[in-house]
């Protein structure tokens, strides 16, 4: 089982960046896909998630109306679309993934069974 994230880098507060996930070695198509960021210094914080199934795109607060969420099952990859970046967007972006079935709440680390290494978001001018 492997998550490979791509696509961080340094951009000025207002851009873009997307975001990718490449999954492997799971049922993709039943997965339930979150993102979670931590900053420098702070706690793990959710992002977004997405169950492929029901396609049904939820999003933290502190990003809502910014980011989007989609997937391609056709090449087991989910997106994270960040518009209007700001600084306080800067940090390692993990992407998570369960496989699953069951309740659980998306927020929930503990609720995903693979994550990938991350990839480094830096919004800076």
């Known amino acids: 089982v492997q998550l490979v994230e791509s696509g961080g880098g340094l951009v000025q507060p207002g851009g873009s960046l997307r975001l990718s996930c490449v999954a492997s070695?799971?049922?993709?198509?039943?997965?339930?896909i979150a993102w979670f960021r931590q900053a420098p210094g702070r706690e793990l914080e959710e992002i977004s998630y997405?169950?492929?199934?029901?396609?049904?795109?939820t999003y933290a607060d502190a990003v809502k109306g910014r980011f989007t969420i989609s997937s391609d099952s056709a090449r087991n990859m989910v997106y994270l679309q960040m518009n209007n970046l700001k600084p306080v967007d800067t940090a390692v972006y993990y992407c998570?993934?369960?496989?699953?079935?069951?309740?659980?709440?998306?927020?929930?680390?503990?609720?995903?069974?693979?994550w990938g290494r991350g990839t480094q978001v830096t919004v800076s001018s």
């Open positions: 997405l169950g492929i199934r029901r396609n049904d795109p």
């Open positions: 070695g799971f049922a993709f198509d039943r997965a339930h």
């Open positions: 998570a993934a369960r496989s699953r079935e069951g309740l659980f709440v998306w927020r929930d680390r503990a609720a995903y069974d693979y």
